[in-house]
């Protein structure tokens, strides 16, 4: 029989935890010191954020992110009022829903790379699964994550992609059109509009390139001027 209230001693960085019967909301999760917990990752196939308004489900292990030693308590989610949620969506909320993104997909699960987010909205990921798994995560200033920020200068960013029999699909805005280039085993594609490449088995060396358009332009006089 499970336990009604998980009270952990957790210290920095990753570690992964399990949850009371029933399992436990996300907004009821209480670490003191307050503010400790950096963020909370479910695995359904592929690592997906947990956040504001989603359940930790029972029988499931989870990836907590803290950023500093504290004790972490989850009480026994209530479940009278219906059936919670299995996991909350990958992403964090509906801020992201315009935003310009990759999805890779392999047998039977998909992940989300967002392009162009703030610098200070970078998530780090959980450790890389098993090979084989489906994952995908860029390194951007040191930090394994699925966000990629813009910049006011190009940029490329390296891309570690595992799996096998994986499908690239891309929605791209029209204001990011031509700013965003994803070069695979030394091909370039252009990002731009929607699309779809099928990659097979994880290639081997992927760079995705931000390339940010001029913000301003010169006309200088041709010399001799008659």
Same mark, same amino acid.
């Given at each position: ?5 998980? +009270? ?7 570690? !992964? ?13 209480? %670490?003191?010191?307050?503010?400790? @917990?950096?963020? @909370? ?6 690592? =997906? ?6 359940? #930790? ?8 992110? !803290?950023? $500093?030693?504290?004790?972490?308590? !989850? +009480? ?16 964090? *909320?509906? %801020?992201? !829903?315009?935003?310009?993104? #990759? &999805? &890779?997909?392999?047998? *039977?699960?998909? $992940?989300?790379?967002? #392009? ?6 970078? &998530?780090?990921?959980? /450790? ?17 994550? +699925? ?7 190009? %940029?490329?960013?390296?891309?570690? &992609? ?14 990011? %059109? ?6 695979? +085993?030394? =091909? ?6 929607? *699309? ?11 760079? #995705?390139?931000?390339? /940010?358009?001029?913000? =301003? ?6 010399? /001799?001027?008659?």
């Amino acid at each position: 029989e499970g336990v009604a209230q998980c +009270d952990q001693a957790l210290g920095a960085s990753w570690s !992964m935890i399990g949850v009371p019967a029933r399992g436990a909301a996300f907004d009821n999760i209480v %670490a003191n010191p307050a503010g400790s @917990v950096t963020s @909370v990752f479910g695995f359904s196939g592929s690592y =997906q954020q947990i956040t504001s308004g989603g359940t #930790l489900a029972e029988g499931s292990g989870f990836w907590i992110n !803290m950023s $500093q030693a504290a004790q972490v308590t !989850m +009480d026994s989610i209530d479940t009278s009022g219906g059936t919670p949620k299995r996991i909350a969506s990958g992403l964090p *909320g509906d %801020a992201y !829903m315009g935003t310009s993104r #990759l &999805v &890779v997909s392999g047998a *039977g699960a998909e $992940q989300t790379v967002l #392009l162009g987010v703030a610098s200070d909205e970078l &998530v780090a990921l959980p /450790p890389t699964p098993p090979a084989g798994v489906l994952d995908v995560r860029a390194q951007v200033a040191g930090i394994a994550t +699925d966000r990629i920020p813009v910049t006011r200068e190009q %940029a490329d960013y390296p891309v570690r &992609v595992q799996g096998t029999d994986l499908q690239l699909r891309w929605d791209v805005n029209a204001t990011d %059109a031509s700013r965003w280039e994803l070069v695979i +085993d030394g =091909q370039p594609q252009n990002l731009t509009g929607t *699309g779809r490449l099928n990659l097979g088995d994880a290639p081997k060396d992927v760079v #995705l390139r931000y390339m /940010p358009l001029p913000n =301003q332009f010169a006309l200088n006089a041709n010399y /001799p001027n008659p």
